[in-house]
């Protein structure tokens, strides 16, 4: 599970005073906290589970690191760039676009799908596959692009 990892990394950074990890694995802490204590989820988190927190995290990061951007605020998107890197370094090994390519491209001659508008259906059982090694937009790309 990652949060004994996180609970160590934590106190390594604490101890090298190290504010931007600190951050970081505070936001992950917290994030896993809610899950596991969220109404109707079971004691224990999955690493599918957490995987999906640790990229909503990221998106979320990034969003903010885009919106500072356009206002002006580089200090801010520093900041949010800075935790983007401490968590992304927890999650697993993302695929290449090539990779993704291939794996969405054998979904689609396995389903049969054929035009744009079985794009839902190849979705879904592109997002089961490659749950957690490609990012969901990326996903969403690619297969619009091989179904057209």
């Known amino acids: 599970m990652i949060s004994t990892t996180i609970d160590q990394e934590i106190k ?15 936001a992950i802490k917290a994030a ?7 109404k109707g989820s079971s004691e224990e988190i999955t690493e599918e589970t957490e995987s999906k927190i640790l990229q909503k995290l990221v998106k979320q990061r990034r969003e903010s690191a ?23 370094s927890f999650m697993p090994k993302q695929l290449e676009q090539a990779e993704v390519e291939s794996i969405i491209a054998q979904i689609i001659r396995d389903s049969g799908a054929a035009s ?9 059982l592109a997002n089961k596959e490659l749950a957690g090694k490609a990012d969901g937009k990326l996903i969403a790309e690619i297969v619009k692009a091989q179904l057209a």
């Open 12 to 26: 390594k950074a604490m101890l090298a005073k190290d504010q931007a990890q600190l951050r970081g694995l505070r």
């Open 116 to 124: 744009v508008k079985e794009m839902g259906k190849v979705m879904g």
């Open 66 to 88: 885009d919106i500072y951007k356009q206002q002006g605020r580089e200090d801010l998107s520093i900041i949010e760039e800075e935790e983007i890197e401490v968590i992304s």
């Open 32 to 38: 896993l906290l809610l899950a596991k204590t969220e």
